[in-house]
């Protein structure tokens, strides 16, 4: 075992502050990794306050995580000391159920998630990226192109294959009209790789101030989703709308606006359940409700690959792990464009 350091939450109304903790020295499939910066999501918050009514403590969180490969056990196949490297949402999962054959294993009922999970090696509880070092199975390591920079990387690991995965699973492509419901750190994601999957791409917001940001991250145009004038002139037109709001808010405004076989996809997850929607608006036009889990480790990888060739990154404000407290407050407002990520060397 070995110490480090990060933060940590030791209840669900107390600051985050400093943590020291112990890592596993790595075993024969095991990579070691020197966190260089972790994005801040706004899944942590919840999980920190215990929102989800699931988290156990102390918790140190973090699930967007880039830095370098520092050790590598004797099996380890694929990775070398001096990488840049990744970690993600998930860092295990059982690799025999139908979800894991199928590269699919964020849907395993096993699935070991980055903190705030049972660590079934140590019997424990896994810590995530809040944190100086990490220790990961082979399998949830991911490769990060020299081409990206590594801290708007960052937020990638989530935002950016929580985005994806659903647009790549309905198969967006050139010629769909796309919508993006929110402009967060998961809505400006979905903007700009929809636009590089050559959709024609229209935010809804509620924020007028937010128009010629989203026209700039690739938007071809704004509605502002208050405005009955503005949806209206939507209506029945979307072949996929990706909804990215966390807060529970009315769907029928959306639903209306898909085509015949058009699809809802919502990504954000509220503390609380949206309204119920219209069932007359799903049925006469057979349009579909559904939802989406962050992503396989396959498809994961091909999202960074995908965002190496295209050039897309996070929006980012990068802090010390000092001011996590106050990021937290300032996710809570939205004032962040569109992602805070945590430079570790302040640590």
């Not at 985050?16 to 890592?23: G, N, V, W």
């Not at 059982?94 to 699935?111: F, I, K, M, R, T």
């Not at 791409?201 to 071809?220: C, E, I, M, W, Y």
């Not at 997850?269 to 559904?290: E, T, Y």
Request: aromatic letters at 8%; proline letters at 4%.
């Amino acid at each position: 075992m070995s110490q480090t350091l990060g933060y940590a939450a030791h209840n669900h109304n107390t600051s985050l502050e400093p943590f020291s903790f112990e890592r596993r020295e790595p075993l024969a499939t095991d990579v070691q990794i020197e966190i260089l910066y972790c994005g801040v999501c706004h899944s942590d918050i919840h999980q920190v306050r215990n929102e989800w009514g699931n988290s156990s403590f102390p918790m140190v969180p973090g699930h967007e995580i880039v830095g370098k490969v520092t050790k590598i056990g004797a099996e380890v196949k694929g990775f070398k000391v001096g990488d840049n490297v990744g970690v993600g949402c998930m860092v295990g999962s059982c690799g025999v159920c139908p979800d894991c054959h199928e590269d699919l294993q964020q849907y395993c009922n096993s699935a070991e998630f980055t903190y705030n999970s049972p660590d079934k090696i140590s019997g424990g509880s896994h810590y995530g990226g809040y944190s100086k070092q990490i220790v990961v199975n082979q399998d949830f390591v991911l490769r990060i192109s020299d081409k990206l920079d590594l801290a708007a990387a960052a937020p990638l690991l989530c935002a950016g294959i929580t985005t994806y995965s659903p647009l790549r699973h309905w198969k967006v492509g050139k010629g769909d009209k796309v919508g993006v419901v929110g402009l967060g750190g998961l809505g400006h994601m979905g903007i700009k790789l929809a636009h590089a999957m050559g959709a024609y791409v229209v935010l809804f917001t509620t924020s007028p101030s937010k128009v010629q940001d989203a026209k700039r991250l690739g938007a071809d145009e704004v509605v502002i989703s208050t405005n009955p004038e503005e949806i209206a002139q939507h209506i029945a037109s979307f072949d996929f709308i990706l909804n990215t709001v966390a807060v529970p808010h009315d769907l029928d405004a959306f639903t209306s606006l898909l085509k015949r076989d058009g699809t809802l996809c919502l990504v954000g997850v509220p503390d609380q359940a949206h309204p119920s929607p219209s069932v007359g608006h799903l049925i006469f036009k057979r349009r579909n409700l559904a939802g989406s889990l962050i992503g396989g480790i396959k498809e994961t990888q091909e999202m960074l690959d995908f965002c190496a060739e295209h050039n897309i990154t996070s929006d980012i404000e990068i802090i010390p792990m000092q001011q996590i407290n106050e990021a937290y407050e300032r996710v809570l407002k939205s004032d962040v464009k569109y992602r805070f990520v945590i430079d570790l060397a302040s640590l």
